[in-house]
């Protein structure tokens, strides 16, 4: 923008006015061996050190055993472009106990050349029913896995236990689950997948079915070519060495893998996702027309979003302009970092969320169905609210179950020195953001509401689960050289203590494909609860920022206390139809089978 | 004890100290060239400024030394518009003592001048590092480093300024302009404010305060509240070139498409190069489900889109890697086929600078000097026209 001449003040101004114009110018899952709780059974401690009686969230990573903290490679002191989005991680029931584990990603040192000693290795934590301990040693993970980023979750065999997908540099990894067995193999080279980079690095990947053919395939973000020997030198404004910024390096292309059973094959090209570069950073299957057809939406680092338009023949087309998604208000370009995706204004269609860098708004397309969007981040009032934050991992929650699905940023700047007019500074705490059930939202500021999500740190990776089973969404931060958070819901819990309140209700389904894939992926979940009110939910396949989240689907009932009725839309094309389904527990739905399991929620006052 | 001759020695020692200051130093025992130069100063002084000129160059080949005499130079170069050999005596000057005040920062606005950018943004860096308050030197930088790719130092530039100089409205207005540009809208607030009422008839007060509205105030009300904003910059200046676009705008955000085409489509005759217009245009039309209008609209954002992301990528670029010949060639052929005629300028420069007599390089300044020729001849007709239209002389 420039709506005068900018120059004009400064001597001689013709030929400079001139150029200024011209500038103007351009310018279960798994399986059905796996068992729902059954015990209620806590151990979490209570007092934590920031919580309040009004707090909404408190971090209990700590205290349950949940320890770890990724390290960049900061202390080397090289600066490497790569080092600044890394930290990642994610829930995964790998022994089908029905309680969360969780997988945390490790990386150390940015270049092979760099490593002095042993590289510290990611780690994986068994949830014992809300307690956790290091699962690592044994796995299959207490290795050198090189510079690890993001993670997928996916029952990629169909054998009833989740496996586990890795970015990172300079190779991606893919582990089979060996039957919760706690152990897991490297198949990455048995599988095709060792050939997955060409000279740069992978960032978020996801598991989804795009052909439909009931196996999981598989989308991996690359961001640049680069490697330590390309790294540019760069400075901040006190001329000290930084971290780049992306237009340094150009985009790359992403990679799609189809899942043929005993091997995945590369149909990048073949399919037509090879055809478009840009700098990935997220990726989430949403099938954002309703054609039943998987698509893919990629967020993209000042390069345009993509939409991938399922064409039903193993081709993809980007339509991300055409559909309204591409670009943010003006046709500016997005730092985009992580998608969030939900049916957040009760349409039935699925909304796109996505983060971006400080004094660039973050974007909410609004899905006016058709397959068109509408940026909605101003009159939503997620916009001006969020100016100050850079965000990468995001998740709708509906934290208060009250229907309304909320939203949840983690935050922190890629950069060692920040203009703190400009952005709230270097660590920044979680943002949180009520659904006022209007089509706008309002940013929760105060910090005893907020409780330990205002604790500033540098956060990447953001998953939500509901790791206590208490029919509550949770959620983990990974951050980046300092504590790993895992944020307890407390509504729960503050409405049992204030009799007052009406406890919200929720209810939570978990889904096991037979036809469809076995994690039930991309399936449609339509609840009528018991005041008539539909909400629309999907099994997701990817969304956040190098992060898995829990794919069972919750919902908030908010005071509907009477049963509700539910019709899943299976990949297949099988639609389920289930009544009778009482509020605050939760279901394990078998494709073709109805209800297998249910159980109720964990008592919340049992969890302190 | 007393001691009655200190006073007289201190005095004298004062005295024979004043006389080393104020008098230049190198005229002591050159009496010839304090003779020319003396000459020159009167013939200077009687408007003879080519005997002037003539006397001074003559006194600075005795005494090459002397900073007044090649001061002396440089401001009757300036005056007779001759700013290379303006620009050869400040070096001089900066060689020969570099810690004279304010001399990089003269150096940065000559500079700048002929159109150096890079060098006159270079010296502009130095002054600052000595004095970070000299408001020409901010003004430079200000000037140039949003087209180096340096946008946090032109925030900064401006943001001081305006500290410096608060009743300087051309800088407030590149300063409104960078924040609302940057999203900064309660830091872009009372800079408005102070804009609208230091120049009350200027349209772009008004064009400020409704972008600020649109940014802020989403509600209906809000909206109606801009329309009037645009509108009255409208009235105070009929040409203005992006109330239109706004006015597109906010009827986009009211549901009214057919509306918001009536300007937006005026709005892309008036600037056919901005791309969000065209970004807002294939919207309009889509929602109106003028399907073809639409993808053209699209194609053309595109278009535009592209070639000023592969330009700013570019630039990000030779700004980290100075000594890159082949990027800097590559970004000024660049910037001059898209019509980006000052970074064309600047790349093509410091290309040359690395590697003096690239046929390549010339004939692209060929190209940079005709088309800014013919872009000259373009805005002086058009103000012509503006000025007929409205009755001027």
């Not at chain 1, 080279?189 to 990947?205: D, I, P, R, V």
């Not at chain 2, 140039?144 to 100089?165: F, V």
């Amino acid at each position: 923008m420039r709506i005068i001449c900018a120059f004009r003040r400064v001597i001689f101004p013709c030929a400079i006015v001139l150029c200024a114009i011209v500038l103007c110018a351009i310018l279960g899952l798994s399986g059905c061996s796996r068992s729902l709780p059954t015990s209620n059974h806590v151990s979490i401690s209570s007092s934590p050190s920031k919580k309040s009686n009004a707090s909404l969230f408190e971090d209990v990573a700590q205290k349950s055993g949940l320890v770890f903290s990724c390290d960049t490679g900061i202390a080397y002191r090289k600066r490497y472009f790569i080092e600044s989005a890394a930290a990642g991680g994610g829930f995964i029931d790998f022994d089908n106990d029905g309680y969360l584990d969780i997988f945390l990603t490790q990386c150390g040192a940015p270049s092979p050349e760099l490593l002095k000693g042993n590289r510290p290795h990611c780690a994986l934590f068994r949830n014992r029913g809300g307690t956790f301990t290091e699962a690592t040693s044994g796995s299959g993970f207490d290795k050198d896995l090189g510079y690890v980023y993001g993670i997928a979750v996916g029952d990629y065999d169909n054998d009833g236990y989740d496996d586990i997908f890795l970015t990172s540099y300079p190779h991606n990894w893919l582990f089979h689950n060996e039957h919760g067995t706690g152990k897991f193999t490297d198949v990455t080279n048995k599988l095709g997948l060792g050939k997955t980079h060409s000279t740069g690095f992978a960032t978020s990947a996801a598991f989804g079915d795009y052909d439909g053919d009931g196996k999981l395939d598989l989308y991996i973000c690359y961001y640049a070519p680069w490697t330590p020997a390309t790294d540019k030198p760069c400075v901040n404004f006190e001329h000290e060495r930084d971290y780049c910024t992306p237009e340094v390096y150009d985009p790359e292309t992403h990679q799609l893998f189809h899942n043929e059973g005993a091997t995945f094959r590369n149909v990048s090209d073949a399919s037509g996702i090879s055809r478009v570069k840009g700098r990935g950073l997220a990726v989430a299957f949403v099938d954002f027309n309703e054609d039943g057809k998987p698509d893919i939406f990629v967020a993209n680092d000042l390069t345009p979003n993509m939409l991938w338009k399922n064409n039903g023949d193993g081709t993809f087309e980007n339509v991300a302009a055409e559909a309204g998604c591409g670009y943010a208000e003006n046709g500016s370009l997005m730092a985009g970092m992580g998608i969030a995706i939900a049916d957040y204004d009760r349409s039935e269609h699925p909304s796109l969320f996505v983060t971006s860098f400080a004094g660039m708004p973050n974007t909410l397309f609004r899905n006016i169905g058709e397959g068109q969007f509408e940026n909605v981040a101003d009159t939503s009032r997620i916009a001006p609210a969020h100016l100050k934050y850079l965000s990468f991992g995001c998740e709708f929650l509906d934290f208060d179950g009250d229907g309304w699905q909320d939203l949840l940023t983690a935050n922190g700047h890629v950069q060692l020195r920040v203009n703190l007019k400009e952005s709230f500074g270097v660590e920044q705490p979680k943002r949180l953001y009520r659904n006022n059930g209007d089509g706008s939202f309002a940013s929760i500021e105060s910090p005893e509401a907020l409780g330990d999500l205002a604790t500033p740190v540098i956060s990447r990776g953001l998953a939500i689960g509901d790791f206590d089973n208490d029919g509550f969404v949770d959620a983990m931060a990974m951050n980046q050289n300092s504590p790993v958070q895992l944020f307890r819901n407390r509504t729960g819990e503050m409405a049992l203590k204030n009799p007052s309140l009406p406890r919200p209700h929720t209810i939570a389904f978990h889904l096991i494909g037979v036809k469809s894939n076995r994690d039930g992926c991309h399936a449609r979940l339509r609840l009528k609860d018991s005041l008539g009110v539909v909400h629309t939910d999907w099994v997701r396949a990817g969304s956040s920022y190098l992060s898995a989240s829990d794919r069972r689907v919750y919902f908030g009932l908010g005071a509907a206390s009477g049963a509700c009725s539910l019709e899943i839309r299976w990949q297949s094309g099988v639609t389920e139809k289930l009544s009778g389904l009482e509020p605050d527990r939760l279901y394990a739905v078998t494709e073709g089978k109805g209800i297998t399991e249910n159980h109720p929620f964990r008592d919340p006052s049992l969890m302190r | 004890m007393k001691r009655p001759w200190l006073l007289p020695v201190c005095l004298v020692l004062l005295a024979v100290a004043a006389t080393l200051w104020i008098a230049p130093p190198s005229f002591l025992g050159n009496s010839k060239a304090q003779t020319l130069f003396s000459q020159g100063t009167a013939a200077a002084e009687r408007g003879d400024l080519d005997t002037a000129l003539a006397r001074w160059e003559n006194s600075v080949r005795i005494d090459p030394s002397n900073t007044v005499i090649w001061d002396m130079l440089s401001q009757g170069y300036l005056k007779k518009n001759d700013t290379e050999n303006a620009i050869r005596c400040l070096l001089r000057i900066a060689e020969i003592a570099p810690d004279t005040p304010g001399i990089h920062g003269k150096l940065a606005i000559a500079f700048l001048s002929v159109q150096r950018e890079q060098a006159a943004f270079e010296e502009a860096e130095l002054e600052l590092k000595r004095n970070p308050d000299h408001a020409p030197s901010l003004g430079v930088v200000a000037a140039i480093a949003g087209t180096l790719g340096m946008g946090d130092e032109r925030l900064r530039a401006l943001e001081k300024l305006s500290r410096l100089q608060p009743n300087d409205i051309d800088f407030l207005a590149q300063y409104c302009e960078m924040l609302l540009e940057l999203n900064r809208n309660a830091e872009a607030r009372p800079m408005i404010e102070r804009f609208r009422r230091l120049a009350p008839q200027s349209h772009l007060g008004a064009i400020y305060a409704g972008m600020l509205l649109f940014r802020t105030d989403t509600s209906p009300a809000g909206c109606q509240a801009a329309i009037t904003l645009f509108e009255q910059a409208m009235e105070q200046e009929p040409d203005a070139l992006f109330p239109r676009l706004y006015l597109g705008k906010i009827y986009m955000r009211l549901r009214q498409p057919e509306k918001a085409l009536v300007y937006l489509e005026v709005a892309a005759k008036q600037m056919p190069g901005k791309m969000d217009i065209q970004f807002e245009l294939a919207n309009a039309y889509a929602m109106t489900r003028q399907k073809d209008k639409s993808a053209e609209a699209r194609k053309r954002f595109q278009a535009l889109r592209d070639q000023t992301d592969r330009m700013q990528s570019l630039l990000k670029r030779c700004a980290l890697e100075r000594q890159n010949f082949d990027l800097f060639k590559e970004t000024g052929i660049y910037c001059l086929q898209v019509g980006s005629f000052l970074n064309a300028r600047i790349c093509l420069n410091h290309a040359e600078n690395l590697k003096p007599g690239d046929p390549e390089i010339r004939t692209a300044w060929q190209d940079l000097t005709r088309r800014e020729a013919e872009q000259q001849a373009k805005i002086q007709q058009i103000t012509a026209e503006r000025r007929t239209r409205k009755g001027l002389p």
